[in-house]
């Protein structure tokens, strides 16, 4: 099984949120939000549509108090760390998760499987 680097936790700040285009297809699939040693990663796709992308530019997927990711073509917003929606139209749906490893030298890793099973 193969895997993809995706960086070092230290290359997205406490707090922020960064997206990722591991197919370099010109636009983000997913993206992690870091909240201090925590990395929670998730398809960039909101589920009221299912087809629409989250962040109103690029890596700007959180509210400005960073405390939710944001919707910024619904409104709606979730808990970074469980991506359950608690606000807006799709309220009670919830993001889909994405699994990362991240080595004992802070770098991340995606799996290619991952990859491949969640079309990013």
Same mark, same amino acid.
């Given at each position: 099984?193969?895997?993809?680097?995706?960086?070092?936790?230290?290359?997205?700040?406490?707090?922020?949120?960064?997206?990722?285009?591991?197919?370099?297809?010109?636009?983000?699939?997913?993206?992690?939000?870091? #909240?201090?040693?925590?990395?929670?990663?998730?398809?960039?796709? *909101?589920?009221?549509?299912?087809?629409?992308? @989250?962040?109103?530019?690029?890596?700007?997927? $959180?509210?400005?108090?960073?405390?939710?990711?944001? *919707?910024?073509?619904?409104?709606?917003?979730?808990?970074?760390?469980?991506?359950? *929606?608690? #606000?807006?139209? *799709?309220?009670?749906?919830? @993001?889909?998760?994405?699994? $990362?490893?991240?080595?004992?030298?802070?770098?991340?890793?995606?799996? $290619?499987?991952?990859?491949?099973?969640?079309?990013?």
């Amino acid at each position: 099984m193969g895997k993809l680097w995706l960086g070092n936790v230290s290359d997205i700040a406490d707090g922020q949120a960064k997206g990722f285009d591991p197919n370099h297809s010109g636009s983000d699939t997913f993206f992690i939000v870091r #909240q201090g040693n925590e990395l929670f990663a998730y398809v960039d796709i *909101c589920p009221h549509y299912n087809d629409t992308s @989250l962040p109103w530019k690029r890596h700007h997927y $959180l509210d400005s108090a960073s405390a939710h990711i944001v *919707c910024a073509a619904h409104g709606a917003l979730f808990e970074i760390d469980n991506g359950d *929606c608690v #606000q807006g139209p *799709c309220k009670g749906q919830k @993001l889909s998760k994405i699994p $990362l490893e991240v080595s004992s030298q802070q770098e991340i890793w995606i799996s $290619l499987t991952t990859i491949k099973e969640f079309n990013l």
